[in-house]
């Protein structure tokens, strides 16, 4: 990935990302274009496709998202990452990520997951540094708004769509993980705190339930930004405003958990919003006044990717977006 030209900003903040998911990744792809100081706190509670095959017969940790984040920061040789990237296509690995099998190898040897997380970085020279969130093995459980409630992540979805109604909130079985030290410490020592891009129950907000991470949220004097998903997720997010994102996070963790919002506000191109109409998601609508009211401030640029394809963040707007806010910040915080 190239960009144009180089920004200099007055300083190059100790940056950490919280979340999960493919948006968190193509964050991380921008951001490390323009700084090292970079630290991913990873959620662990996915519980389907090919981490959960391995969660569920080889014990470990769900290493999906992780493999993404190590992958978006890598600085290996195309090969490897190709490699690391690679799905196989038949037999009964069928579906299954090298990147997955090669981290649960790791796993095997140095005899804990967070310690064969570091030593893939390690093998792919990443920029940074990536961390679950735990290691402790928990599941998402959901609640939804008539009182009923299903546990897994990867159920969440299908169960929604048979009740028709909105998660009321979500909350982590067992309710006693212990949170990594190193993400604890990241959080107190940084001085921007980035939430999302990515799922806002299954992506972002697991993090957030973990004990400990909330209450290092609050006490940390880092400026907190969440950005809001460009599109709704269909059974996940439906209808739901850029306000409703930020007060879903606040609820399931505490107030001081963001300070700004950053949001897209290009316009899709007609015949790709129709394609996502057709899938059940729609653009967020940026309700001001809320956000606003709730002593958010608000932060509005063009976001989108310009390959006229999908309604995707653009690495390298989002990074430099996330970079200029964090720049007025510190412009205002001296006047």
């Known amino acids: 990935m190239e960009r144009e030209h180089v920004k200099i900003w007055r300083k190059e903040p100790e940056i950490v990302v919280i979340g999960g998911g493919t948006g968190m990744s193509i964050m991380l792809k921008g951001l490390k274009e323009f700084t090292r ?29 992780i493999r993404n984040c ?32 090669f981290l649960a190898a ?26 679950p969130v735990t290691t402790s093995d928990v599941y998402l459980r959901a609640e939804f708004e008539n009182g009923t409630e299903v546990l897994g992540e990867s159920k969440i979805f299908r169960f929604k769509k048979q009740q028709a109604c909105r998660i009321s ?29 990515g799922s806002l129950y299954t992506s972002i907000i697991p993090n957030l339930l973990v004990p400990g991470i909330s209450e290092a949220m609050a006490a940390s004097k880092a400026f907190k930004l969440y950005v809001c998903n460009v599109m709704t997720e269909y059974c996940e997010t439906d209808d739901y405003t850029a306000y409703e994102h930020a007060e879903a996070i606040i609820k399931h963790s505490c107030r001081e958990a963001i300070d700004a919002m950053l949001v897209n506000v290009k316009e899709l191109p007609p015949q790709v919003a129709r394609i996502y109409a057709d899938e ?12 606003a009211g709730a002593g ?25 977006a996330v970079l200029d806010v964090y720049d007025t910040y510190e412009r205002n915080l001296e006047k």
């Open 280 to 291: 059940g998601s729609e653009p967020t609508q940026v309700d001001r006044e809320r956000i």
């Open 106 to 131: 790791l796993d095997g040897i140095c005899g804990s997951f967070d310690e064969a997380v570091r030593r893939m970085s390690e093998v792919l020279n990443i920029t940074g540094r990536v961390l």
């Open 37 to 65: 100081k970079l630290t991913a706190i990873v959620a662990v509670s996915d519980d389907g496709g090919g981490s959960g095959v391995l969660r569920s017969e080889m014990g470990i940790l769900p290493p999906g998202d």
């Open 169 to 197: 909130r979500v909350d982590l079985v067992p309710g006693k993980a212990t949170p990594l030290p190193e993400a604890l410490d990241a959080i107190a020592a940084a001085d921007m705190i980035v939430l999302g891009p």
């Open 296 to 320: 958010i401030e608000l932060f509005e640029r063009d976001l989108l990717t310009d390959n006229g394809e999908y309604a995707r963040h653009d690495p390298l707007k989002l990074a430099e």
């Open 70 to 101: 190590i992958l978006a920061l890598a600085n290996a040789e195309p090969t490897m990452e190709k490699l690391l990237g690679y799905r196989f296509q038949t037999g009964t690995l069928r579906g299954q990520s090298f990147g997955n099998l």
